[in-house]
């Protein structure tokens, strides 16, 4: 596997494990204060 | 800054971006990378005495890559083989191990046949017992049967070499006499191997009379009739296109 494609490998994982530990922490608060709202 | 309405574009966007980013790392610092992992390979290679061995640290398209591919063993013995193959995989930042002439494994593609291990167990058989003949004639005595039995053991395992028998003699009597007689003493042996199952086109039988005494010893030594045993050509088993099974 050439070393570009390892990188984007684990560059894109590392951007869906942000996305997913940002979601965690302020996309149910989020989702929480827009069905009380 | 023009900020997206979807979110799924945002995302995409993102992933976009982390794609662009990752392209362009991996093409500026991929080569460099990919040559100090060679120069240290390199090093720990002579180190390891695996000299003709070269690490090519790119794919098979000429990217740079973290996993070597080695080259240049296949005359080295497994256990040199497996020497640098460790040795190089252990260098901080190298990835998997492949040699250009085989897998991962130390071996090469070809499966090693060592057929000279046959000759070995047939001399250390004959190394203290003699096949023994009737005295002037080629038949085989009784008391050595169980010999024979045991040289055709050993040589089973070589089915698909060529193995050479060779009579021999000693001084006593004429010389035309000695190597009809030790010609015939290895056909004996011949036909007593075929009778326990090794194949006759895989023997090959020749007489040298007392051309050749053991070293050390006198020509006129009893200790010279002897029968030899040597593989003189190896013909490992190939699968063949038949053996191969082919797409459904």
Request: net charge neutral; aromatic share 4%.
């Given at each position: 596997?050439?070393?570009?494609?390892?990188?984007?490998?684990?560059?894109?994982?590392?951007?869906?494990?942000?996305?997913?530990?940002?979601?965690?922490?302020?996309?149910?608060?989020?989702?929480?204060?827009?069905?009380?709202? | 800054?023009?900020?997206?309405?979807?979110?799924?574009?945002?995302?995409?966007?993102?992933?976009?971006?982390?794609?662009?980013?990752?392209?362009?790392?991996?093409?500026?610092?991929?080569?460099?990378?990919?040559?100090?992992?060679?120069?240290?390979?390199?090093?720990?290679?002579?180190?390891?005495?695996?000299?003709?061995?070269?690490?090519?640290?790119?794919?098979?398209?000429?990217?740079?890559?973290?996993?070597?591919?080695l080259?240049?063993g296949?005359?080295?013995?497994v256990?040199?083989r497996d020497?640098?193959a460790r040795?190089?995989a252990?260098?901080?930042?190298?990835?998997g191990i492949r040699w250009?002439d085989g897998t991962a494994l130390a071996q090469g593609a070809a499966t090693p046949?060592?057929?000279?291990?046959?000759?070995?167990?047939?001399?250390?058989?004959?190394?203290?017992?003699?096949?023994?003949?009737?005295?002037?004639?080629?038949?085989?005595?009784?008391?050595?049967?169980?010999?024979?039995?045991?040289?055709?053991?050993?040589?089973?395992?070589?089915?698909?070499?060529?193995?050479?028998?060779?009579?021999?003699?000693?001084?006593?009597?004429?010389?035309?006499?000695?190597?009809?007689?030790?010609?015939?003493?290895?056909?004996?042996?011949?036909?007593?191997?075929?009778?326990?199952?090794?194949?006759?086109?895989?023997?090959?039988?020749?007489?040298?009379?007392?051309?050749?005494?053991?070293?050390?010893?006198?020509?006129?030594?009893?200790?010279?009739?002897?029968?030899?045993?040597?593989?003189?050509?190896?013909?490992?088993?190939?699968?063949?296109?038949?053996?191969?099974?082919?797409?459904?």
């Amino acid at each position: 596997m050439p070393i570009w494609l390892e990188l984007l490998v684990l560059m894109l994982v590392a951007y869906a494990a942000g996305l997913a530990i940002g979601w965690s922490i302020w996309g149910r608060g989020a989702t929480g204060d827009d069905a009380h709202g | 800054m023009v900020v997206p309405r979807s979110p799924y574009l945002a995302l995409g966007l993102g992933a976009a971006l982390v794609a662009v980013l990752a392209l362009a790392g991996g093409r500026l610092s991929g080569p460099d990378l990919a040559a100090k992992l060679e120069s240290r390979a390199a090093a720990v290679i002579a180190k390891t005495g695996g000299a003709p061995v070269r690490a090519h640290f790119a794919t098979a398209r000429g990217s740079p890559s973290r996993h070597p591919v080695l080259a240049g063993g296949e005359r080295l013995d497994v256990g040199t083989r497996d020497r640098v193959a460790r040795a190089v995989a252990a260098i901080p930042g190298v990835g998997g191990i492949r040699w250009s002439d085989g897998t991962a494994l130390a071996q090469g593609a070809a499966t090693p046949v060592e057929p000279l291990h046959c000759q070995e167990d047939v001399e250390a058989l004959l190394r203290s017992r003699t096949i023994r003949f009737e005295e002037g004639s080629a038949r085989i005595d009784a008391a050595s049967r169980e010999l024979v039995d045991e040289v055709a053991s050993a040589l089973r395992p070589c089915l698909g070499s060529i193995i050479a028998i060779t009579g021999h003699t000693d001084a006593s009597g004429p010389e035309p006499g000695n190597l009809a007689l030790s010609r015939e003493r290895a056909e004996a042996v011949e036909a007593a191997l075929v009778a326990r199952g090794i194949p006759a086109d895989g023997l090959r039988t020749s007489g040298l009379g007392s051309r050749t005494p053991v070293k050390g010893l006198e020509a006129t030594d009893p200790a010279n009739r002897r029968i030899e045993f040597s593989v003189i050509a190896t013909q490992p088993i190939r699968p063949t296109p038949v053996d191969t099974p082919g797409p459904r």
